[in-house]
């Protein structure tokens, strides 16, 4: 039977484990980097019986050691990455464990003399990160009963091993959030660009055909049906598509276009409908262009290149709203508008047998018809001199 003696010592132990068990469990969920150090310093204190725990962290850049985080400290602490205690274990990357502070050669009174604090006992040991370089170190101050043990010394090491890997990985989480909201403002600017630019009164022409158009986009713009543009190549039919989305309540969506002609058949209907993990060895799940629209706009350009079977589960998207990646099981919901060009004759095709004439109805719910620039004669005089108005897009050529 224990005496009390061993009794306290097995129950303090315990404590120690459990709190690096604590710390495992935060590395594993906390995301924010001044939150994840105010409980690193907390339970390094903790864990070894100190009055005061602080991590100084490594500026390579500047060759110093800082620390945001001390117990009993608010501001920030900046001193020479070669000065104290805290430069000496970060330089030879071991222990030191010292029994009375101001009597150690390398001990630094100026923090003391900072903040009032009388430092007696310490134990500094280094953070490494998983590539063996320094990233800091976890330092304690007065025991609170005696002298840090070796005991301390091997559970502050293993608590710091832990922390600086927690550290790292905060500090990644933190970059990429911050690359992540950067991205999607640049992504908001980018927007806001292209919206301005395809305003319906960007374009420049002022012939009956050209002012027809505008108001049939104008009219169109908004709804959720599907639009088919027509034309010769190089009349801009993909410039009518962007202007149709920039000026929906879909535009904070995706504008997601597919050149049905650039494609062979098998590609395409990966390209489009995206592929399952696993379909043929080596292929990973790949999102389509079905899916990466949803909530957006498709423009299908040259859809009169599109295989028969292609066009099939095209009309199911539109019929149904749902569709499966190629070699998948599970049925995908999709909101999407459609919007298709051709400089085809459709309905020639169909005669032919090589379109689809269920699928010709659904797209050609409005038809907008691209005339070439020789039945515009008289707007050639304002399109020869675009930068007559900034941003407008010359109608309709590219």
Same mark, same amino acid.
């Given at each position: 039977?224990?005496?009390?003696?061993? +009794?306290?010592?097995?129950? $303090?132990?315990?404590?120690? &484990?459990?709190?690096?068990?604590?710390?495992?469990?935060?590395?594993?969920?906390?995301?924010?980097?001044?939150?994840?150090?105010?409980?690193?310093?907390?339970k390094?204190?903790?864990?070894?019986?100190?009055? *005061?725990?602080?991590?100084?962290?490594?500026?390579?850049?500047?060759?110093?050691?800082?620390?945001?985080?001390?117990?009993?400290?608010?501001?920030?602490?900046?001193?020479?990455?070669?000065?104290?205690?805290?430069?000496?274990?970060?330089k030879?990357g071991?222990?030191?464990?010292?029994?009375?502070?101001?009597? &150690?050669?390398?001990?630094? /009174?100026?923090?003391?003399k900072?903040t009032? &604090?009388?430092?007696?006992t310490?134990?500094?040991? /280094?953070?490494?990160?998983i590539?063996?370089?320094?990233?800091?170190?976890l330092?304690?101050?007065?025991?609170?009963?005696?002298?840090?043990?070796?005991?301390?010394?091997?559970?502050l090491?293993?608590?710091?091993?832990?922390?600086?890997?927690?550290?790292?990985?905060?500090?990644?989480?933190?970059? @990429?959030?911050?690359?992540?909201? !950067?991205? $999607?403002?640049?992504?908001?600017?980018?927007?806001?660009?292209a919206?301005? *630019?395809?305003? +319906?009164?960007?374009?420049?022409?002022?012939?009956?055909?050209v002012?027809?158009?505008?108001?049939?986009?104008?009219?169109?713009?908004?709804?959720?049906?599907?639009?088919?543009?027509?034309?010769e190549?190089?009349t801009?039919?993909?410039?009518?598509?962007?202007?149709?989305?920039?000026?929906?309540?879909?535009?904070?969506?995706?504008?997601?276009?597919?050149?049905?002609?650039?494609?062979?058949?098998?590609?395409?209907?990966?390209?489009?409908?995206?592929?399952?993990k696993?379909?043929?060895t080596?292929?990973?799940?790949?999102?389509g262009?079905?899916?990466?629209?949803n909530?957006?706009?498709?423009?299908?350009?040259?859809?009169g290149?599109?295989?028969?079977?292609?066009?099939?589960?095209?009309?199911? +998207? @539109?019929?149904?709203?749902?569709?499966?990646r190629?070699?998948? !099981?599970n049925?995908?919901?999709?909101?999407?508008?459609?919007?298709a060009?051709?400089?085809?004759?459709?309905?020639?095709?169909?005669?032919?047998?090589?379109?689809?004439?269920?699928l010709y109805?659904?797209?050609?719910?409005?038809?907008?018809?691209?005339?070439? @620039?020789?039945?515009?004669?008289?707007?050639?005089?304002?399109?020869?001199?675009?930068?007559?108005? /900034?941003?407008?897009?010359?109608?309709?050529?590219?």
């Amino acid at each position: 039977m224990m005496n009390s003696g061993e +009794v306290n010592k097995e129950s $303090k132990l315990v404590h120690k &484990y459990s709190t690096l068990f604590d710390l495992c469990h935060m590395m594993s969920f906390e995301k924010d980097f001044n939150l994840l150090l105010d409980f690193l310093v907390k339970k390094s204190a903790e864990v070894v019986e100190a009055d *005061r725990g602080t991590i100084f962290l490594f500026d390579e850049k500047k060759d110093e050691l800082w620390s945001k985080v001390a117990i009993g400290i608010t501001d920030v602490i900046r001193f020479d990455a070669n000065l104290g205690i805290a430069g000496e274990v970060l330089k030879w990357g071991k222990v030191v464990n010292v029994d009375d502070a101001y009597m &150690y050669p390398r001990f630094n /009174p100026e923090v003391d003399k900072k903040t009032g &604090y009388t430092t007696k006992t310490v134990l500094c040991v /280094p953070m490494k990160n998983i590539d063996g370089r320094p990233v800091g170190v976890l330092q304690v101050l007065n025991k609170k009963d005696g002298l840090f043990s070796k005991e301390d010394e091997e559970v502050l090491e293993i608590f710091a091993f832990h922390a600086a890997v927690a550290i790292e990985n905060a500090r990644l989480i933190g970059e @990429l959030e911050e690359a992540k909201s !950067r991205l $999607k403002q640049e992504n908001v600017l980018l927007r806001e660009k292209a919206q301005g *630019r395809f305003f +319906v009164s960007n374009i420049i022409g002022t012939s009956p055909k050209v002012q027809e158009i505008m108001k049939l986009i104008e009219k169109v713009a908004d709804s959720p049906l599907s639009v088919l543009i027509t034309g010769e190549s190089g009349t801009g039919k993909e410039l009518v598509a962007r202007t149709i989305h920039y000026n929906s309540s879909r535009l904070e969506k995706s504008f997601v276009d597919i050149n049905c002609a650039a494609l062979p058949e098998n590609l395409l209907e990966s390209e489009l409908f995206g592929i399952e993990k696993g379909v043929a060895t080596g292929v990973e799940k790949r999102v389509g262009k079905i899916e990466m629209a949803n909530g957006g706009t498709l423009f299908l350009d040259e859809i009169g290149d599109m295989s028969l079977v292609a066009q099939a589960k095209l009309l199911r +998207v @539109l019929q149904e709203r749902k569709m499966e990646r190629v070699g998948g !099981r599970n049925t995908i919901q999709v909101d999407i508008r459609v919007i298709a060009a051709t400089n085809k004759d459709l309905k020639n095709d169909i005669q032919k047998g090589s379109f689809r004439e269920d699928l010709y109805y659904r797209l050609n719910v409005v038809h907008v018809h691209m005339p070439p @620039l020789r039945e515009m004669k008289e707007d050639i005089p304002t399109l020869a001199q675009p930068e007559s108005r /900034p941003g407008a897009n010359p109608a309709f050529g590219t």
